[in-house]
């Protein structure tokens, strides 16, 4: 399964190979991370969607090396390309080797929900990227606070002269995400890690938001891991999409591949579900039977066939699937795969 | 009890409530000695009516009053001015904001609220019978085993267990809970409910489930509901007719349909035009013009038409004259000097 031997291929940027990360609790063991591979490549928006739970942020905060501090590292491969082209095994770096802190900020950054977690309340904005810039850069602090104000211009703050003195709290909402993608950028990542970064917004301002990520990566080249479970925001950003289902990657494929031709029987049910504006009007909503089990009795086989129309007794709640592969690219951790090839999700 | 007859002459025989001129201003203190320096106009000049066994949307950027309005219908905020009237279920109308608090003790039976968090809003150290037994306690309704079996039935209708009678809340998952909020809301048999963000926290799938709740038991009891979200795909798959609210005041009032494929206000357009539909080839395809800056101040409300700072289409006149909520054709309100020479986009059915 683990091609940890074979060098990445000259595109990718960071891959993931079958990693797992657990929690033991007193009620059980968590395992939040069960055996999740993906990929991205340079350049690329790779959208990763799922209901809460499903362990988008812990499999994120892995990647940087951040987890808990109860999270087990229970196997898999986390591997990235520096800038240098240089291979790094990530998954055998500490939380506070040299590596990682040069990795954090300098190449990799990353954006949150909420802005706060990202921003100290206690120093201005201006001062925050400056301290960012000078610990990655050997420039001045005069070069650093022009950077600074640079940075905020580039992410459209208004007023980016004055702001660069102003602390988090006398900003808005959206001008504190925009300071904190600011942050993020400070030192030209190659890969921005952004976790559910518009969910608490309004729409407009998620719009503004989402069409500034989508100019400063087309602008910088940078790819982006954007985390979040509106399958409309994902429909927007992403150039390939991963969902995730109870620890797992369940489908992959291009964005249109997903939306239109999911082959997977999550995906497809969730697409159901959701209302679409100006779609046709239904009386009822269509919906996934059941509940996410929690994750203490995550049922065995395909953790999915407690609720899955299509389940077959005997094979999906005994054996787990594999990642069956078509010839586009796409994957679907389904044992009837192949027989959706043909159906496209009304 | 406070029978407005010349109220209630005003009152159309189809509705239940009717907002009228109501204003809520919060006073903002600051400074050394908290003194006041100004007002928040949460809910500024709004009228409309919610009429019998209809789901009446409201929708609007966040601080633009939603939460506001529901909570002076419920009175849990008391008018700056302005009267809200109620149809009773037994047929006599009053204007809850001049009603004593015995009176709203009654009244509050057939309202209800229901609430975004369902992790906060239940007690974790009630169990599931107690929650939705309290209302019934609390009015004095049945003895302790006839209140346990009405809970069984409100838990059937929403269906969850009876069994689960016992248990406490961290019990259940988010979508649950939920249900047990509802449950404890319909307790009291109310004919109006309003749901303030009632699915926003939850799952795609299991918001899916309790949207379809709410609206079988709105078919099985006749309720009315106030559909409060951010959500404008679940807002127009739910509402007959919506509310579109801006720092205050509503902008539109219409008919859902209507509205979202032909919207008069440019806010409406704007809002309609943001959200990212689960299609990528329609987003790529759609002009999707981001609006411009932010919401404005609520203690520094633009003059003119509040919205001016931010509409593509605002002039002179937009800057100094405050246009007036209008009717319109369609049984449709608008609130914009330009709405019947602008020719805007809406979200046409496919
Ligand atoms: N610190 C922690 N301790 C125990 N369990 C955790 C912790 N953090 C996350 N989990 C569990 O891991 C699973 C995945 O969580 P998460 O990655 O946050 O999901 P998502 O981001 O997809 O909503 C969940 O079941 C969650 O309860
Ligand atoms: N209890 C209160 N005290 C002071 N200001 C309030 C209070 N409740 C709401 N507001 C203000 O009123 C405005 C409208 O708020 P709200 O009704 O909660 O809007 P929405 O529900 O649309 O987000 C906001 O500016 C808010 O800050
Ligand atoms: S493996 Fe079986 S249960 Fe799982 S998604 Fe496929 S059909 Fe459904
Ligand atoms: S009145 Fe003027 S500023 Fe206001 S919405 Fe209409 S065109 Fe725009
Ligand atoms: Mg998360
Ligand atoms: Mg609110």
């Known amino acids: 399964m683990t091609q940890t031997n074979n060098p990445l291929p000259p595109e990718r940027l960071l891959q993931l190979d079958d990693v797992n990360v657990h929690f033991p609790m007193r009620e059980g063991l968590v395992k939040a991370v069960n055996g999740v591979s993906y990929h991205i490549n340079r350049g690329e928006v790779l959208g990763i969607v799922g209901e809460s739970g499903s362990g988008k942020s ?37 939380r506070q080797s040299r590596t990682m802190r040069d990795l954090r900020g300098n190449e990799i950054g990353m954006i949150f929900q909420e802005p706060m977690t990202a921003l100290s309340p206690v120093h201005t904005i201006g001062t925050q990227i400056m301290r960012t810039v000078m610990l990655h850069r050997n420039v001045s602090k005069a070069d650093a606070r022009a950077r600074a104000i640079e940075l905020l211009t580039k992410v459209q703050m208004p007023r980016p002269n004055d702001i660069v003195d102003r602390y988090p709290h006398h900003l808005s909402g959206g001008m504190r995400q925009r300071a904190m993608i600011a942050l993020a950028l400070a030192c030209d990542p190659t890969l921005l890690i952004a976790d559910e970064p518009t969910t608490a917004l309004d729409v407009t301002t998620e719009a503004q938001i989402l069409h500034l990520l989508k100019s400063l990566q087309q602008e910088l080249g940078m790819a982006i891991v954007f985390i979040t479970h509106n399958f409309g925001v994902v429909a927007d950003i992403a150039d390939r999409v991963a969902v995730m289902y109870l620890g797992r990657v369940v489908e992959t494929g291009t964005v249109d591949e997903i939306f239109y031709e999911p082959k997977h029987p999550y995906t497809q049910a969730l697409l159901r579900s959701i209302p679409k504006l100006g779609g046709q009007k239904a009386r009822r909503l269509k919906t996934i039977s059941g509940t996410v089990p929690d994750p203490f009795n995550v049922p065995p086989g395909c953790s999915f066939h407690p609720r899955c129309m299509r389940a077959v007794g005997g094979i999906c709640n005994v054996t787990t699937p594999p990642e069956v592969r078509f010839p586009n690219g796409q994957i679907s951790r389904c044992h009837f795969a192949e027989e959706f090839r043909s159906e496209a999700a009304e | 009890m406070t029978v407005a007859s010349e109220k209630a002459e005003a009152i159309q025989d189809d509705t239940l409530i009717s907002i009228r001129g109501a204003k809520k201003y919060f006073p903002v203190h600051g400074g050394w000695l908290r003194k006041k320096i100004g007002e928040v106009r949460a809910v500024d000049d709004i009228t409309f009516d919610i009429k019998k066994g209809e789901t009446f949307g409201l929708v609007g950027e966040s601080g633009s009053g939603k939460s506001s309005i529901a909570r002076l219908i419920l009175r849990a905020y008391d008018l700056t001015e302005g009267e809200i009237l109620f149809r009773r279920s037994n047929g006599s109308i009053v204007d809850i904001t001049s009603l004593g608090d015995r009176e709203m003790r009654e009244i509050r039976r057939e309202m209800q609220m229901i609430f975004q968090d369902p992790y906060s809003s239940l007690n974790p150290r009630m169990t599931i019978l107690d929650l939705v037994g309290e209302p019934l306690t609390i009015h004095g309704v049945g003895s302790p085993s006839e209140i346990e079996d009405r809970v069984a039935e409100l838990l059937r209708l929403v269906g969850l267990r009876p069994e689960y009678v016992s248990r406490y809340p961290h019990a259940f998952s988010g ?14 048999n109310p004919s109006f409910i309003a749901a303030d963000e009632a699915v926003s926290a939850l799952d795609v799938s299991v918001a899916a489930q309790n949207i379809n709740l709410l609206q079988d038991l709105q078919e099985q009891l006749g309720l009315t509901y106030l559909f409060i979200t951010h959500d404008l795909g679940m807002v127009e798959h739910i509402s007959d007719r919506i509310g579109v609210m801006y720092l205050g005041r509503l902008m539109e009032v219409g008919p859902t349909e209507e509205m979202f494929s032909n919207p008069l206000h440019p806010y409406t357009e704007a809002l309609l035009a943001a959200v990212p539909q689960p299609d990528p080839r329609g987003n790529r395809e759609r002009k999707r013009v981001a609006l411009k800056g932010e919401i404005a101040d609520a203690m520094n409300i633009p003059t003119g038409c509040p919205f001016h700072p931010r509409c593509p289409y605002a002039d002179s006149k937009c800057k100094a004259e405050v246009p007036a909520l209008r009717s319109v054709a369609g049984g449709r309100q608008v609130r914009c000097h330009y709405a019947e020479s602008l020719d805007l986009t809406g979200v046409a059915a496919q």
């Open chain 1, 58 to 94: 812990v499999t994120a905060r892995s990647i940087m090396r951040l987890q808990p501090k109860q999270a087990l590292d229970a196997g898999g491969s986390i591997r990235f390309r520096r800038k240098s082209g240089e291979e790094v095994l990530i998954s055998s770096e500490d």
């Open chain 2, 175 to 188: 979508g649950q809970r939920q249900r047990i909020g509802i449950a404890r809301a319909l307790a009291l």
